[in-house]
């Protein structure tokens, strides 16, 4: 029979465009947030992190943005490009060495 | 840098057979995490040690999983028996051990098809 599998919802943008991907994250303790790449066939790779003492962060063509009020976090890629085709995960720490996984969005790019 | 190594990269076996996953974290992290990653339930952490030391193993899903890591550079997954539901890929992942505002940076993963 069919198997059932995560859900992963879809972002699709066209090249040049900039790319938002959300994240609503669960525990209101949480106080360190990281934003991962997954391309196919790789493990996930470090895009940019946030500390819960900041709302904005800066990266080279990447922006993260934290509302620590609604529990939401984002992720910003400006000028998108193909090879940022992937599925993005966001992440949370509380006060742990432990990380909390998002389910994952993936990032659909054409031309 | 040469990263978080795993091995190997692929590996297929038969139900019932012991199957050993390595890791080698980036020298000098005091942390190490292993993860298995499914279509159903996505990324789970298995297991993590700190300063070698086994900390939370409540992710694993039973006995047949045992996990080591016998020094700061090396660590092994071991599943025995080996049934079909444990196909997945099965990532390490290494930090500083500073706490929780460390990164964890991820190997490339071991693919697992148990037939």
């Known amino acids: 029979g069919e198997s059932v599998g995560l859900h992963l919802p879809t972002l699709s943008v066209q090249e040049g465009d900039n790319s938002i991907i959300n994240c609503a994250y669960s525990?209101?303790?949480?106080?360190?947030f990281i934003w991962y790449k997954q391309e196919s066939g790789k493990g996930p790779q470090f895009i940019i992190d946030?500390?819960?003492?900041?709302d904005k962060r800066q990266g080279q063509r990447v922006t993260v943005l934290l509302n620590k009020t609604v529990k939401h976090l984002s992720l910003q890629i400006a000028a998108t490009q193909p090879g940022d085709s992937a599925v993005y995960f966001c992440a949370e720490n509380s006060h742990t060495d432990k990380l909390i996984f998002g389910t994952g969005t993936r990032l659909q790019v054409f031309p | 840098d040469a990263g978080v190594i795993q091995s190997p990269r692929h590996e297929v076996t038969e139900m019932g057979q012991e199957v050993t996953l390595r890791c080698k974290p980036i020298s000098g992290h005091n942390s190490l995490f292993w993860y298995r990653q499914t279509m159903m339930r996505g990324l789970e952490l298995l297991i993590y040690f700190n300063n070698n030391v086994p900390i939370d193993d409540s992710g694993m899903p039973e006995d047949r999983f045992s996990a080591k890591m016998p020094n700061a550079s090396f660590s092994t997954l071991k599943i025995q028996p080996s049934e079909p539901r444990d196909s997945a890929v099965y990532f390490c992942?290494?930090?500083?051990?500073?706490?929780?505002?460390?990164?964890?940076?991820f190997g490339p993963g071991t693919r697992l098809t148990v037939l």
């Open positions: 992942a290494s930090d500083g051990g500073g706490g929780s505002t460390d990164t964890q940076y």
């Open positions: 525990n209101s303790a949480s106080d360190y």
């Open positions: 946030i500390r819960s003492n900041m």
